[in-house]
Protein backbone atom coordinates (compact mmCIF):
# COMPACT_ATOMS: atom_id res chain seq x y z
CA UNK A 1 0.00 0.00 0.00
CA UNK A 2 1.23 3.34 -0.54
CA UNK A 3 3.78 4.96 1.66
CA UNK A 4 3.67 8.52 3.46
CA UNK A 5 6.52 9.44 1.36
CA UNK A 6 4.65 10.37 -2.17
CA UNK A 7 7.76 10.20 -4.65
CA UNK A 8 8.92 7.13 -4.87
CA UNK A 9 12.97 7.12 -4.92
CA UNK A 10 14.63 5.98 -7.70
CA UNK A 11 14.51 6.42 -11.64
CA UNK A 12 11.73 5.13 -13.83
CA UNK A 13 12.95 2.93 -16.21
CA UNK A 14 9.78 2.51 -18.46
CA UNK A 15 5.91 2.75 -17.38
CA UNK A 16 3.01 1.28 -19.42
CA UNK A 17 1.26 -2.05 -20.10
CA UNK A 18 2.77 -5.67 -20.18
CA UNK A 19 0.25 -8.66 -20.63
CA UNK A 20 1.79 -11.85 -21.45
CA UNK A 21 1.04 -15.32 -21.99
CA UNK A 22 3.25 -18.71 -21.51
CA UNK A 23 2.04 -22.02 -22.23
CA UNK A 24 3.09 -25.28 -21.51
CA UNK A 25 3.30 -28.56 -22.88
CA UNK A 26 2.48 -31.91 -21.47
CA UNK A 27 6.25 -32.23 -20.30
CA UNK A 28 5.79 -28.63 -18.51
CA UNK A 29 8.40 -27.04 -21.17
CA UNK A 30 6.85 -23.61 -22.20
CA UNK A 31 5.77 -24.58 -25.70
CA UNK A 32 4.70 -20.91 -26.58
CA UNK A 33 5.44 -17.75 -25.23
CA UNK A 34 4.22 -14.07 -25.80
CA UNK A 35 4.83 -10.49 -24.16
CA UNK A 36 3.23 -7.63 -25.15
CA UNK A 37 3.99 -4.22 -24.22
CA UNK A 38 2.12 -0.52 -24.71
CA UNK A 39 4.59 1.70 -23.24
CA UNK A 40 3.56 5.12 -22.11
CA UNK A 41 7.18 6.60 -21.00
CA UNK A 42 10.61 5.22 -21.88
CA UNK A 43 14.05 6.63 -22.79
CA UNK A 44 13.15 5.67 -26.16
CA UNK A 45 9.69 7.13 -26.08
CA UNK A 46 6.63 5.40 -26.97
CA UNK A 47 5.31 2.50 -28.42
CA UNK A 48 3.82 -1.20 -28.89
CA UNK A 49 6.11 -3.94 -28.90
CA UNK A 50 5.05 -7.70 -29.28
CA UNK A 51 7.65 -10.71 -28.44
CA UNK A 52 6.44 -14.20 -29.44
CA UNK A 53 8.20 -17.36 -29.08
CA UNK A 54 6.17 -19.54 -31.30
CA UNK A 55 9.02 -21.97 -30.97
CA UNK A 56 10.99 -21.40 -27.83
CA UNK A 57 13.11 -24.07 -27.89
CA UNK A 58 14.51 -23.22 -31.45
CA UNK A 59 17.17 -20.56 -31.92
CA UNK A 60 17.21 -20.38 -35.88
CA UNK A 61 16.12 -17.25 -36.93
CA UNK A 62 13.49 -19.45 -39.77
CA UNK A 63 11.96 -21.34 -36.77
CA UNK A 64 8.41 -22.05 -37.35
CA UNK A 65 6.10 -21.29 -35.22
CA UNK A 66 8.37 -17.77 -35.63
CA UNK A 67 10.04 -16.32 -32.84
CA UNK A 68 9.69 -12.29 -33.70
CA UNK A 69 10.48 -8.93 -32.32
CA UNK A 70 7.42 -6.68 -33.59
CA UNK A 71 6.91 -2.80 -33.12
CA UNK A 72 5.84 0.19 -34.27
CA UNK A 73 9.50 1.78 -32.30
CA UNK A 74 12.45 -0.19 -33.23
CA UNK A 75 14.56 1.86 -30.65
CA UNK A 76 12.12 1.02 -28.34
CA UNK A 77 12.03 -2.78 -28.96
CA UNK A 78 16.38 -2.87 -28.93
CA UNK A 79 15.93 -0.90 -25.35
CA UNK A 80 13.24 -3.33 -24.03
CA UNK A 81 15.09 -6.41 -25.43
CA UNK A 82 18.45 -5.20 -23.96
CA UNK A 83 17.61 -3.59 -20.82
CA UNK A 84 14.28 -5.72 -19.97
CA UNK A 85 13.62 -9.10 -21.94
CA UNK A 86 17.14 -10.04 -21.17
CA UNK A 87 16.72 -9.61 -17.56
CA UNK A 88 14.00 -11.83 -17.64
CA UNK A 89 15.67 -15.41 -16.97
CA UNK A 90 12.82 -17.55 -18.60
CA UNK A 91 13.38 -15.15 -21.95
CA UNK A 92 16.49 -14.80 -21.82
CA UNK A 93 17.75 -18.28 -21.38
CA UNK A 94 15.35 -19.67 -24.24
CA UNK A 95 16.90 -20.73 -27.41
CA UNK A 96 14.43 -18.51 -29.21
CA UNK A 97 16.31 -14.90 -27.65
CA UNK A 98 19.58 -15.35 -30.14
CA UNK A 99 17.51 -15.85 -33.22
CA UNK A 100 13.99 -13.54 -33.22
CA UNK A 101 13.57 -11.72 -36.33
CA UNK A 102 12.31 -7.91 -36.48
CA UNK A 103 9.05 -7.00 -37.24
CA UNK A 104 7.83 -4.07 -38.11
CA UNK A 105 4.19 -3.61 -37.41
CA UNK A 106 1.28 -2.22 -39.31
CA UNK A 107 -1.29 -2.37 -36.82
CA UNK A 108 -2.41 -2.56 -33.10
CA UNK A 109 -5.86 -2.89 -32.05
CA UNK A 110 -6.66 -3.89 -28.22
CA UNK A 111 -10.19 -5.19 -27.78
CA UNK A 112 -12.47 -6.52 -24.98
CA UNK A 113 -12.96 -5.82 -21.24
CA UNK A 114 -10.22 -6.04 -18.53
CA UNK A 115 -12.82 -6.45 -15.93
CA UNK A 116 -15.16 -9.05 -18.27
CA UNK A 117 -14.78 -12.12 -19.52
CA UNK A 118 -12.48 -11.73 -22.19
CA UNK A 119 -9.20 -9.24 -23.74
CA UNK A 120 -7.49 -9.48 -26.53
CA UNK A 121 -4.51 -7.88 -28.21
CA UNK A 122 -4.26 -7.93 -31.97
CA UNK A 123 -1.15 -7.22 -33.94
CA UNK A 124 0.19 -7.51 -37.62
CA UNK A 125 2.58 -6.60 -39.52
CA UNK A 126 4.68 -8.21 -42.83
CA UNK A 127 3.59 -11.52 -43.02
CA UNK A 128 2.07 -11.93 -39.14
CA UNK A 129 -0.90 -11.77 -37.81
CA UNK A 130 -0.83 -12.60 -33.89
CA UNK A 131 -3.76 -12.42 -31.82
CA UNK A 132 -3.33 -12.89 -27.96
CA UNK A 133 -6.68 -13.82 -26.29
CA UNK A 134 -7.51 -13.87 -22.29
CA UNK A 135 -10.04 -15.19 -20.83
CA UNK A 136 -11.76 -16.37 -17.53
CA UNK A 137 -10.46 -13.30 -15.94
CA UNK A 138 -9.57 -12.81 -12.22
CA UNK A 139 -10.75 -9.45 -10.36
CA UNK A 140 -7.86 -6.62 -10.71
CA UNK A 141 -5.18 -6.81 -7.79
CA UNK A 142 -2.62 -3.13 -7.75
CA UNK A 143 0.91 -4.81 -6.66
CA UNK A 144 4.22 -2.96 -5.45
CA UNK A 145 6.83 -5.16 -5.48
CA UNK A 146 10.40 -5.10 -4.46
CA UNK A 147 13.82 -5.79 -6.26
CA UNK A 148 13.81 -9.55 -4.81
CA UNK A 149 9.54 -10.04 -5.77
CA UNK A 150 10.87 -9.09 -9.68
CA UNK A 151 11.74 -11.20 -12.63
CA UNK A 152 14.72 -8.57 -13.17
CA UNK A 153 15.79 -8.81 -9.76
CA UNK A 154 16.83 -5.01 -9.85
CA UNK A 155 13.34 -2.89 -9.81
CA UNK A 156 11.01 -2.03 -7.98
CA UNK A 157 7.79 -2.44 -9.61
CA UNK A 158 4.42 -1.13 -9.71
CA UNK A 159 1.59 -3.05 -11.48
CA UNK A 160 -2.04 -3.58 -11.75
CA UNK A 161 -2.64 -7.36 -12.21
CA UNK A 162 -5.36 -9.39 -13.56
CA UNK A 163 -5.12 -12.77 -13.99
CA UNK A 164 -6.62 -14.83 -16.57
CA UNK A 165 -7.34 -19.01 -16.26
CA UNK A 166 -7.15 -19.36 -19.71
CA UNK A 167 -5.58 -17.92 -22.67
CA UNK A 168 -4.39 -18.33 -26.41
CA UNK A 169 -2.04 -17.38 -29.03
CA UNK A 170 -2.80 -17.62 -32.62
CA UNK A 171 -0.70 -17.21 -35.36
CA UNK A 172 -2.08 -16.15 -38.61
CA UNK A 173 -5.33 -18.01 -37.20
CA UNK A 174 -3.41 -21.02 -35.90
CA UNK A 175 -3.75 -21.43 -32.55
CA UNK A 176 -0.60 -22.32 -30.81
CA UNK A 177 -0.30 -25.71 -28.63
CA UNK A 178 0.07 -25.61 -24.96
CA UNK A 179 -1.98 -24.66 -21.55
CA UNK A 180 -2.03 -21.77 -18.91
CA UNK A 181 -0.42 -23.27 -16.06
CA UNK A 182 0.52 -21.84 -12.56
CA UNK A 183 3.47 -19.48 -10.85
CA UNK A 184 4.05 -17.61 -7.32
CA UNK A 185 4.13 -13.88 -7.34
CA UNK A 186 4.30 -12.09 -4.47
CA UNK A 187 3.75 -14.84 -2.17
CA UNK A 188 0.52 -15.95 -4.03
CA UNK A 189 -0.15 -18.66 -6.71
CA UNK A 190 -1.64 -16.69 -9.96
CA UNK A 191 -1.35 -18.12 -13.56
CA UNK A 192 1.09 -18.32 -16.41
CA UNK A 193 -1.43 -15.45 -18.47
CA UNK A 194 -1.73 -12.34 -17.00
CA UNK A 195 -2.93 -8.63 -17.96
CA UNK A 196 -0.45 -5.73 -16.23
CA UNK A 197 -2.15 -2.69 -16.86
CA UNK A 198 -0.18 0.94 -15.31
CA UNK A 199 2.51 -1.37 -14.33
CA UNK A 200 5.64 0.77 -13.68
CA UNK A 201 9.82 -0.06 -13.36
CA UNK A 202 11.41 1.89 -10.98
CA UNK A 203 15.79 1.39 -10.55
CA UNK A 204 16.25 2.39 -6.70
CA UNK A 205 18.53 4.65 -5.99
CA UNK A 206 21.32 2.89 -4.57
CA UNK A 207 21.34 1.04 -7.78
CA UNK A 208 21.69 3.83 -10.08
CA UNK B 1 9.98 2.10 5.29
CA UNK B 2 7.73 -1.14 4.92
CA UNK B 3 5.94 -2.47 1.72
CA UNK B 4 2.88 -4.49 1.18
CA UNK B 5 3.28 -6.33 -2.20
CA UNK B 6 -0.58 -7.02 -2.46
CA UNK B 7 -2.65 -3.94 -1.94
CA UNK B 8 -5.79 -5.56 -0.04
CA UNK B 9 -8.04 -2.89 -1.21
CA UNK B 10 -10.62 -2.68 -4.53
CA UNK B 11 -9.36 -1.28 -7.53
CA UNK B 12 -11.40 1.28 -8.98
CA UNK B 13 -9.71 2.52 -12.35
CA UNK B 14 -6.59 2.75 -13.63
CA UNK B 15 -5.59 4.62 -17.10
CA UNK B 16 -3.92 7.52 -17.83
CA UNK B 17 -5.07 11.42 -15.98
CA UNK B 18 -2.90 14.27 -17.47
CA UNK B 19 -4.17 17.86 -16.36
CA UNK B 20 -3.68 21.45 -17.29
CA UNK B 21 -4.63 23.81 -14.76
CA UNK B 22 -3.87 27.77 -16.02
CA UNK B 23 -3.90 31.17 -14.24
CA UNK B 24 -4.25 34.28 -16.17
CA UNK B 25 -1.59 36.31 -13.88
CA UNK B 26 0.77 34.28 -10.76
CA UNK B 27 -1.24 36.42 -8.34
CA UNK B 28 -4.67 35.45 -9.51
CA UNK B 29 -6.77 33.97 -7.05
CA UNK B 30 -8.47 31.46 -8.83
CA UNK B 31 -7.84 29.48 -11.82
CA UNK B 32 -9.38 30.65 -15.07
CA UNK B 33 -8.87 27.10 -17.00
CA UNK B 34 -8.97 23.49 -15.92
CA UNK B 35 -8.68 20.86 -17.67
CA UNK B 36 -8.27 16.90 -17.66
CA UNK B 37 -7.66 14.11 -19.82
CA UNK B 38 -8.84 10.36 -19.09
CA UNK B 39 -7.42 7.55 -21.05
CA UNK B 40 -9.16 4.84 -18.81
CA UNK B 41 -7.73 0.91 -19.94
CA UNK B 42 -9.96 -0.91 -16.48
CA UNK B 43 -12.81 0.46 -14.67
CA UNK B 44 -16.23 -1.47 -13.69
CA UNK B 45 -18.19 0.37 -16.53
CA UNK B 46 -15.37 -0.56 -19.41
CA UNK B 47 -12.67 1.88 -20.86
CA UNK B 48 -12.49 5.10 -22.72
CA UNK B 49 -11.23 8.60 -22.90
CA UNK B 50 -12.87 12.04 -22.10
CA UNK B 51 -11.42 15.66 -22.06
CA UNK B 52 -13.24 17.62 -19.26
CA UNK B 53 -12.52 21.43 -19.98
CA UNK B 54 -13.84 24.26 -18.14
CA UNK B 55 -12.56 27.33 -19.33
CA UNK B 56 -14.89 29.24 -17.52
CA UNK B 57 -14.50 27.08 -13.81
CA UNK B 58 -16.93 29.43 -12.09
CA UNK B 59 -19.54 30.06 -14.70
CA UNK B 60 -22.31 27.68 -13.89
CA UNK B 61 -23.09 27.41 -17.90
CA UNK B 62 -22.15 25.00 -20.29
CA UNK B 63 -21.15 24.39 -24.22
CA UNK B 64 -21.63 26.52 -26.54
CA UNK B 65 -22.25 29.10 -23.96
CA UNK B 66 -19.35 28.53 -22.28
CA UNK B 67 -16.14 26.65 -22.93
CA UNK B 68 -17.22 24.01 -20.19
CA UNK B 69 -17.69 20.72 -20.96
CA UNK B 70 -16.84 17.17 -20.94
CA UNK B 71 -16.52 14.96 -24.02
CA UNK B 72 -16.27 11.13 -23.84
CA UNK B 73 -16.93 7.69 -26.03
CA UNK B 74 -18.39 6.27 -22.10
CA UNK B 75 -20.46 8.57 -20.34
CA UNK B 76 -22.03 5.92 -17.95
CA UNK B 77 -18.13 5.44 -17.07
CA UNK B 78 -16.95 9.40 -16.48
CA UNK B 79 -20.20 9.92 -14.57
CA UNK B 80 -18.94 7.56 -12.22
CA UNK B 81 -15.47 9.07 -12.17
CA UNK B 82 -16.65 12.92 -12.41
CA UNK B 83 -18.88 12.24 -9.30
CA UNK B 84 -16.71 9.71 -7.45
CA UNK B 85 -13.26 11.24 -8.11
CA UNK B 86 -13.09 14.97 -10.21
CA UNK B 87 -15.81 16.62 -7.80
CA UNK B 88 -13.69 15.89 -4.96
CA UNK B 89 -11.04 16.97 -6.26
CA UNK B 90 -9.77 20.62 -4.20
CA UNK B 91 -9.31 22.15 -7.52
CA UNK B 92 -12.64 21.19 -8.98
CA UNK B 93 -14.90 20.96 -5.73
CA UNK B 94 -17.67 23.51 -6.19
CA UNK B 95 -17.05 24.35 -9.04
CA UNK B 96 -20.05 25.90 -10.46
CA UNK B 97 -18.68 25.10 -14.42
CA UNK B 98 -18.06 20.94 -13.04
CA UNK B 99 -21.99 20.71 -12.38
CA UNK B 100 -23.08 23.12 -15.40
CA UNK B 101 -20.70 21.78 -18.50
CA UNK B 102 -22.65 19.79 -21.35
CA UNK B 103 -21.66 15.88 -22.15
CA UNK B 104 -20.54 15.81 -25.72
CA UNK B 105 -19.64 12.68 -27.62
CA UNK B 106 -16.49 11.59 -28.42
CA UNK B 107 -15.88 10.49 -31.89
CA UNK B 108 -11.61 10.04 -32.12
CA UNK B 109 -8.88 10.78 -29.54
CA UNK B 110 -5.39 10.64 -30.70
CA UNK B 111 -2.37 11.01 -28.90
CA UNK B 112 1.12 12.77 -30.47
CA UNK B 113 3.94 11.67 -28.28
CA UNK B 114 6.54 13.54 -30.68
CA UNK B 115 9.73 13.69 -28.19
CA UNK B 116 8.78 12.94 -24.70
CA UNK B 117 11.14 15.94 -23.41
CA UNK B 118 9.60 18.44 -25.83
CA UNK B 119 5.53 18.47 -26.33
CA UNK B 120 2.79 15.34 -25.65
CA UNK B 121 -0.10 16.23 -27.13
CA UNK B 122 -3.94 14.46 -26.95
CA UNK B 123 -6.52 15.43 -29.13
CA UNK B 124 -10.44 14.53 -29.12
CA UNK B 125 -13.38 15.39 -31.67
CA UNK B 126 -16.80 15.08 -31.80
CA UNK B 127 -20.06 16.87 -31.37
CA UNK B 128 -18.71 19.28 -34.21
CA UNK B 129 -16.30 20.49 -30.85
CA UNK B 130 -12.43 19.40 -31.24
CA UNK B 131 -10.25 19.95 -28.16
CA UNK B 132 -6.41 19.88 -27.90
CA UNK B 133 -4.23 19.79 -24.99
CA UNK B 134 -0.87 20.19 -25.20
CA UNK B 135 2.08 19.84 -23.09
CA UNK B 136 5.35 21.63 -23.34
CA UNK B 137 9.04 21.38 -21.95
CA UNK B 138 8.65 18.28 -20.15
CA UNK B 139 10.43 16.98 -16.81
CA UNK B 140 11.45 13.54 -16.12
CA UNK B 141 9.38 11.47 -14.79
CA UNK B 142 8.03 10.74 -11.14
CA UNK B 143 6.73 7.75 -9.89
CA UNK B 144 3.96 8.49 -7.26
CA UNK B 145 2.17 6.68 -4.69
CA UNK B 146 -0.39 8.00 -1.85
CA UNK B 147 -2.66 7.07 0.90
CA UNK B 148 -6.13 8.90 0.97
CA UNK B 149 -4.50 11.55 3.71
CA UNK B 150 -2.45 12.97 0.43
CA UNK B 151 -4.50 12.01 -2.57
CA UNK B 152 -6.77 14.26 -4.42
CA UNK B 153 -10.06 12.62 -3.64
CA UNK B 154 -9.16 12.44 0.34
CA UNK B 155 -10.57 8.17 -0.32
CA UNK B 156 -8.26 6.78 -2.38
CA UNK B 157 -4.68 4.94 -2.55
CA UNK B 158 -3.13 6.07 -6.11
CA UNK B 159 -0.54 4.96 -7.54
CA UNK B 160 0.98 7.13 -10.55
CA UNK B 161 3.72 8.03 -12.99
CA UNK B 162 3.88 12.24 -13.42
CA UNK B 163 5.45 14.51 -15.56
CA UNK B 164 5.98 17.96 -15.31
CA UNK B 165 5.58 20.42 -17.80
CA UNK B 166 6.64 24.23 -17.79
CA UNK B 167 4.42 24.79 -20.36
CA UNK B 168 1.05 24.24 -21.36
CA UNK B 169 -2.01 24.92 -23.64
CA UNK B 170 -5.81 23.81 -23.82
CA UNK B 171 -7.23 24.95 -27.42
CA UNK B 172 -11.12 24.68 -28.10
CA UNK B 173 -11.90 24.80 -32.04
CA UNK B 174 -8.44 25.97 -31.96
CA UNK B 175 -8.96 29.00 -29.66
CA UNK B 176 -6.37 28.80 -26.95
CA UNK B 177 -8.09 29.04 -23.38
CA UNK B 178 -7.11 31.82 -21.36
CA UNK B 179 -4.30 31.25 -18.66
CA UNK B 180 -0.61 30.38 -18.03
CA UNK B 181 0.85 27.31 -16.34
CA UNK B 182 1.48 28.33 -12.76
CA UNK B 183 3.08 26.77 -10.06
CA UNK B 184 2.05 25.09 -6.70
CA UNK B 185 2.92 22.42 -3.90
CA UNK B 186 2.16 18.98 -5.17
CA UNK B 187 3.74 15.82 -3.81
CA UNK B 188 5.55 18.11 -0.94
CA UNK B 189 7.55 19.50 -3.51
CA UNK B 190 6.97 23.16 -6.04
CA UNK B 191 5.47 21.78 -9.38
CA UNK B 192 4.12 23.00 -12.53
CA UNK B 193 0.38 23.27 -12.80
CA UNK B 194 0.19 20.47 -15.66
CA UNK B 195 1.60 17.81 -16.06
CA UNK B 196 1.10 14.31 -17.71
CA UNK B 197 0.11 11.09 -15.55
CA UNK B 198 0.81 7.38 -16.85
CA UNK B 199 0.16 4.38 -15.17
CA UNK B 200 -2.47 5.50 -13.15
CA UNK B 201 -4.50 3.44 -10.17
CA UNK B 202 -6.45 4.49 -7.87
CA UNK B 203 -7.62 1.93 -4.72
CA UNK B 204 -10.40 2.35 -2.76
CA UNK B 205 -8.22 0.55 0.99
CA UNK B 206 -9.92 -2.56 1.96
CA UNK B 207 -9.07 -4.17 5.13
CA UNK B 208 -5.64 -3.12 6.82
CA UNK B 209 -5.00 -0.82 4.24
Known sequence: MPLSQPVTPGTVDWTGENP?????????EFSAMALFFRIAWSPAGQGQVLLLYGSPGDGSPAATPPNVL??????????LKENFIAMLGAFRNAPAFGGLRDVAVRSVRSSGDPMGCRYAESVSGEDLSVELVWEDLEPPRALELTPDQVGTGAH??????????SAAIFVNGARLPGRVGTRVQAGFETTTAFLYFSETWVIPPEAG | MTRTSVNPGRV?????????????????????T????????????????????????DAAAGWPDAPNFIMTDNQRMMRWIVDGWVAKMPTFVGRPGLSGMSWLDCESAARDPGDLRTRYSETLYGSGVGVEMIWRDLGAPLPVEVSPANSATGEHDMYSV???????????????????????????????????????????PGKGG
Open chain 1, 70 to 79: MSDNGELADF
Open chain 1, 156 to 165: TMFTLLVPAR
Open chain 2, 12 to 32: EWSGENPGIYLKESSGAPDYS
Open chain 1, 20 to 28: GILLRDDAG
Open chain 2, 162 to 204: FLEARAADVLVNGTPLPGRVQDRMFFGRRMSTAFLAFSETWVT
Open chain 2, 34 to 57: LALFFRVVLSPHGRGHAALVLGAP
